[in-house]
């Protein structure tokens, strides 16, 4: 399983950035996908996630109505949308792949690189 993460950026407070993850060696209708970010001396954490062959999305509460996790089946690639971005967004994305639903990183096995977000205030 390999997991390519990007779109990270930097961008104003306000501002929205797409992230993407395209995802090879696994089947999408098996497979979680979730976003975590890690900023800098703090735990990595959870943000949002999805499994495509249920069509359910999980978003932390710090994210809800902010960000927007969907998927492209046919593209192996699962996106996050983020708008009104804010200064404590700031961290580095991580992709990741598992077998459950969830926004917690012990969950998932397969880790992408890091994109890195900057939002600026």
């Known amino acids: 399983v390999q997991l390519q993460a990007s779109g990270g950026g930097l961008v104003q407070a306000g501002g929205s950035l797409r992230l993407s993850c395209v995802a090879s060696g696994l089947s999408f209708d098996e497979y979680a996908i979730g976003w975590f970010r890690q900023a800098p001396g703090k735990e990595r954490e959870g943000v949002s996630c999805?499994?495509?062959?249920?069509?359910?999305?999980y978003h932390v509460d710090s994210v809800k109505g902010r960000f927007t996790i969907s998927s492209d089946d046919a593209k192996n690639t699962v996106y996050l949308q983020m708008s009104s971005l804010k200064p404590e967004d700031t961290a580095v994305y991580y992709c990741a792949a598992g077998v459950q639903a969830s926004t917690t990183a012990r969950d998932f096995t397969s880790w992408g690189q890091g994109t890195q977000v900057t939002v600026s205030s």
């Open positions: 999805i499994r495509s062959d249920d069509g359910n999305t």
